[in-house]
Structures are given as C-alpha cells and as structure tokens.
C-alpha cells in the first residue's frame, strides 16, 4: 500500500530535517548524504525516499549517481503557509513586549 506522505510530516523528523539542511547549499549523493549520519545506509536511503516522495528533495541522474537537491519551490509552499503564523505570534510578543515595558516604567516611577 502506498500512502501519500505528508510534508510536515516528513520535516517532522529531525533527521529528515537535518538532511534537508546539507542539501541546501549543495546536492549530494546518497552516500555523501549517509556519511554525516550514525545511522545505516538503508536508514537514510529510506530518509531520502520519503522527502522524494514529499517533493522536497528532487533526484537528478548524473553519470550512474543520483544526487539529491533541495526543491526550492516546495519550501517555499511551506514556508508561505508557516508565514501568517509566525507575523501573528510576532504581533503578539510585540504586544507583550509593550505591556512589560509599561509595566516596568509603573514600577520605577512609583
């Protein structure tokens, strides 16, 4: 059975997220990619098979290696989604910020 991964799922896990990172600058080989983690080639074989699958990372053949790079217009989804999140907590410890300095400025004048 195959089951559509889902992206946040997949950036969940903090290898995948960390896999993510060292393909950003640069694509990489599977191997080259295994080579940064204490974990068995297969484990993150399986790692690169789920952010594939997610469209996170894109496969392009070179020669017999397949390297990986980071799709920058899927990030970019997730990034546009988490956006509105972030300008509201944003607002909301600006919000804070104002209330504890006018606090603050009460305690030192009374």
Known sequence: MNLRRDVFQAIADPTRRAILLLVASQSLTAGAIAANFDTARPTVSKHLAILTECELLK????????????????????ADFIEPFRQMWDERFNKLEAVMKNYQNKQHGA
Do not use: F, T
């Open 59 to 78: 496969q392009e053949q070179q020669g017999r290696e397949v390297h990986y790079h980071l799709n920058a217009n899927k990030m970019k989804d997730i």
